[in-house]
């Protein structure tokens, strides 16, 4: 009879493990990179935290929010405290959840390093959820306990009642006895980190829902060190020096990496703002001279609108994720900046940004190349490689991959060991990849194929045009599917059918004539995620009603 050894863990609570994907439906982990090979017990808060006081670095700043600043060392003892009142007064265990809930304060980012210094799995969530998605989480995620700024407890207290797995809700950040607060100021300063494993589960980051019912995806304690030390280290080219903002929630993991993982890991510091819209950002970078920024291409867009000389001095990184970049964009920030933005695509299940080019390697309009650590192709619709020059399917492998928690949809994301995002890519000769679409956005009309970024981008050429997405929309009458577009339009432009005609001729001379919106619907906003992404779902939705109801007249 032959024994196996199951793998170690420190997980008492064996739920992540047990609902993990089976080993068959798992992507290929690859290790190429020395830095990479971590040993088998890890915590990545004593890497990412702690190891910073072992070296003496702990009056080094840390975090800072626009009334309050932490060193290293106050930061970890914050964290320690946390982690000691998690376990002592709320009974966590190795293995359990914790949600936590709260726009980007040091005391989120402390209460998110205390749960997986603990042992713990934090499941994050954007601050504004309501009560159905937040009770959805609890279910899946089997939770507990929830740690919530006490400014947003109303929602989670109606999840409350609609999820028997969720038995207690602390809040944190006020005044009460009842509040997390309360409790840190008693509790001991030092703590010993959970001995976890590095393939014990730290982390359940749902997705943000732009394809419709949000997944959890899980990550170890290897994925938090490895995203830095891929794309962190190799890309980006932060230095300790460095101050970070960003307007990505750290419950998105593009807000986690650029407002959290990639500064600690070299010793730099972070500003977290609770509130980041691109004039908040602004300001903050005017006034706290941070040296590297993360936001979304509408963002930028936004800055650019009102952008003085000298505004953003400070900065010498500029990061752009969560959509695609159109090209108009970077010439336009190059232009009023001398920054050239560094763009990439990232996935919640992969956890960051996989695909991205260092400065002095980009090419305007690209989204890079494979970060070191990382193997990308373009593969047919059966998973075979295309050749340079083609436009398919994109699939990745690396140090992270995707872990679905109890989802079917595993076996969409990964094939054959490979991850498959869901985009649509085109592959040039110098081995950059170039955005072509979602995949479920590629648009068949009149037997072309038109990706709806391409025409986005040609729309946001235009001087009134502010925002917009393309999406197919069905035409009754003809049985076929046109090009829809839904525009908002910048102040002082009048939405009339001659702006109709000026856009759809602007596109024509900007792109093949038969990509042009055949439709422009004129809207006040766009329908997006907590994390900034267009739900062009809903609006494919709205556009068959819409075609429905023009057929009924």
Same mark, same amino acid.
């Given at each position: 009879?032959?024994?196996? &050894?199951?793998?170690? !863990? ?10 993990? =994907? ?154 009460? $006895? ?31 829902? &732009? ?23 190799? *890309? ?11 307007? =990505? ?116 309009? $690209? ?23 083609? !436009?398919?399917?994109?699939? *990745?492998?690396?140090? &992270? ?43 068949? $009309? ?63 001379? /900007? ?11 004129? *809207? ?5 995620? /907590? ?23």
């Amino acid at each position: 009879m032959t024994f196996t &050894t199951a793998p170690y !863990t420190a997980h008492v609570d064996p739920f992540a493990r047990e609902h993990l =994907p089976p080993s068959a439906e798992m992507p290929d982990f690859i290790f190429m990179l020395p830095e990479l090979r971590y040993p088998e017990r890890l915590n990545c808060v004593v890497e990412l935290l702690d190891n910073w006081l072992a070296k003496g670095h702990g009056a080094r700043p840390c975090f800072r929010s626009l009334d309050r600043s932490y060193s290293y060392a106050e930061f970890a003892a914050l964290v320690n405290r946390i982690a000691n009142v998690l376990v002592a007064e709320y009974g966590l265990i190795p293995g359990n959840r914790v949600l936590l809930r709260s726009p980007n304060t040091p005391l989120m980012a402390a209460a998110l390093f205390a749960v997986m210094k603990a042992g713990g799995i934090a499941v994050t969530s954007m601050p504004l959820l309501r009560a159905k998605e937040l009770a959805f989480m609890c279910d899946k995620a089997k939770v507990a306990l929830a740690l919530c700024d006490h400014r947003f407890l109303e929602e989670l207290e109606k999840a409350k009642l609609a999820t028997p797995a969720l038995e207690k809700i602390v809040p944190m950040g006020g005044n009460s $006895s009842e509040d997390l607060n309360a409790a840190i100021e008693k509790a001991s300063a030092e703590f010993t980190a959970c001995p976890t494993s590095a393939e014990d589960i730290c982390l359940i980051a749902f997705t943000s829902g &732009t394809t419709g019912v949000p997944k959890g995806a899980m990550h170890n304690h290897r994925d938090m060190l490895a995203t830095c030390d891929t794309y962190g280290k190799y *890309v980006l080219e932060a230095r300790p020096t460095d101050v970070f903002i960003g307007s =990505p929630p750290l419950a998105f993991t593009f807000g986690l990496g650029g407002g959290a993982l990639f500064s600690l890991r070299i010793g730099a510091s972070s500003i977290l703002l609770e509130q980041a819209a691109p004039d908040k950002l602004m300001e903050a970078i005017r006034t706290l001279k941070p040296t590297v920024c993360f936001t979304a291409p509408i963002a930028y867009r936004a800055m650019l609108a009102k952008l003085q000389p000298g505004d953003l001095a400070s900065l010498r990184i500029c990061v752009s994720a969560g959509e695609a970049l159109p090209g108009a964009t970077w010439g336009a920030w190059k232009a009023a900046t001398g920054i050239e933005i560094l763009d990439g695509i990232g996935s919640t299940e992969m956890l960051h940004i996989f695909i991205g080019a260092p400065a002095g390697k980009i090419k305007a309009g $690209s989204t890079g190349i494979p970060v070191p650590g990382y193997e990308a192709k373009i593969v047919d619709d059966e998973g075979r490689e295309l050749p340079r020059g083609s !436009t398919g399917l994109l699939a *990745v492998r690396g140090p &992270t991959g995707c872990r679905y928690l109890a989802d079917p949809r595993q076996t969409t994301y990964v094939r054959n060991g490979w991850n498959f995002t869901g985009d649509t890519y085109r592959l040039d000769e110098d081995g950059y990849f170039w955005h072509q679409a979602r995949s479920d956005d590629m648009i068949v $009309s009149a037997g072309y194929n038109i990706a709806g970024p391409e025409v986005e981008g040609a729309l946001l050429s235009h001087p009134a045009v502010l925002e917009c997405a393309v999406v197919g929309a069905p035409d009754l009458a003809h049985d076929t599917t046109i090009v829809k577009a839904y525009v908002v339009l910048r102040a002082g432009h009048q939405s009339d059918g001659g702006l109709v005609a000026a856009l759809q001729e602007h596109v024509r001379s /900007e792109i093949a004539p038969y990509k042009f919106p055949r439709v422009v619907t004129f *809207v006040e906003a766009l329908p997006r995620t /907590e994390s900034g992404k267009v739900q062009r779902f809903v609006l494919r939705e709205r556009a068959r009603r819409e075609a429905e109801e023009g057929a009924g007249k």
